[in-house]
């Protein structure tokens, strides 16, 4: 249905910045919504950041003030700015994307997930 490829996950350290991007293909009718997730080592997956069709964010309260989510909803394409990054945002960083997919002549709701990136923040 929908196709989800992050990018941008690499080794950085401590008080740097990474930007992550999220790529939807596929016969997208509509995004509703994108989100960012992550799961540390032997963690539950947890939120980080979400952003809807209309630019209203929402984030987890550790990383606010120090992530920014956005979107070019032209390019069906979410990305997620990670200023003063910590140890403890290591993490695989995964997207998700909610929407309506054209499945022959109708449409459809899909729920779709990236296949995540790492990204490792040294002390």
């Known amino acids: 249905q929908v196709q989800l490829v992050e990018s941008g996950g690499v080794l950085v350290q401590a008080g740097g910045s990474l930007r992550l991007s999220c790529a939807a293909s596929g016969r997208i009718f509509g995004i509703l919504a994108m989100g960012w997730y992550r799961q540390a080592s032997g963690k539950q997956r947890e939120l980080v950041a979400t952003?809807?069709?209309?630019?209203?964010?929402n984030y987890a309260d550790s990383v606010k003030g120090r992530f920014t989510v956005s979107r070019d909803n032209a390019k069906n394409t979410a990305y997620l700015q990670m200023n003063s990054l910590k140890p403890e945002d290591t993490a695989v960083y995964y997207c998700?994307?909610?929407?309506?997919?054209?499945?022959?002549?109708?449409?459809?709701?899909?729920?779709?997930w990236g296949q995540g990136t790492q990204v490792t923040v040294s002390s």
């Open positions: 952003i809807d069709e209309g630019g209203t964010t």
């Open positions: 998700n994307a909610k929407g309506l997919v054209l499945q022959n002549i109708a449409v459809e709701s899909f729920d779709s």
